[in-house]
């Protein structure tokens, strides 16, 4: 009989337990709540001008390497279009494009004012005809 009683507040100690520390678990963000960090990313696309050379298209590249280079961005990664399935959605007009992240918004529109980044464009811009940027926040 006494082996009853004692698996039995066992078993009652344990459920006590397994549900207190569930219980606390579930209360715990409300004590420290973990913030989830927000990023900014910057896409920009490219349509080069129809006349370049090659090797000026080439030379286009060194655009994105001086600007992985500069302060503020992160994984600063280029390409050219994909060749996707065609679809009704898809643009694949573009010569290049380019992203990067940023950890605040700060930090972006700082990057866009650099003296150095400003010198980048102004080299490249005679390579492009036209250019989208599109800046994103992600939580």
Do not use: C
């Not at 963000?29 to 006349?51: A, C, E, G, Q, T």
């Not at 007009?93 to 605040?104: L, Q």
């Not at 700082?110 to 980044?117: C, S, T, V």
Request: charged share 25%.
């Amino acid at each position: 009989m006494e082996r009853r009683k004692f698996l039995f507040r066992s078993v009652q100690a344990s459920a006590l337990l397994l549900i207190s520390g569930n219980m606390f678990a579930s209360a715990l963000p409300m004590f420290n709540p973990i913030k989830k960090k927000k990023m900014y990313f910057h896409y920009l696309l490219f349509w080069l001008r129809k006349d370049l050379s090659e090797s000026e298209v080439k030379e286009f590249e060194n655009f994105f390497e001086g600007l992985k280079k500069l302060p503020y961005q992160k994984n600063l990664r280029y390409g050219k279009p994909a060749a996707s399935s065609p679809r009704n959605v898809l643009d694949s007009t573009f010569t290049y494009n380019a992203s990067m992240e940023f950890d605040s918004l700060e930090e972006l529109e700082a990057y866009g004012k650099l003296p150095e980044h400003l010198a980048l464009v102004q080299k490249y811009k005679p390579f492009f005809e036209r250019m989208l940027v599109y800046d994103t926040v992600y939580n």
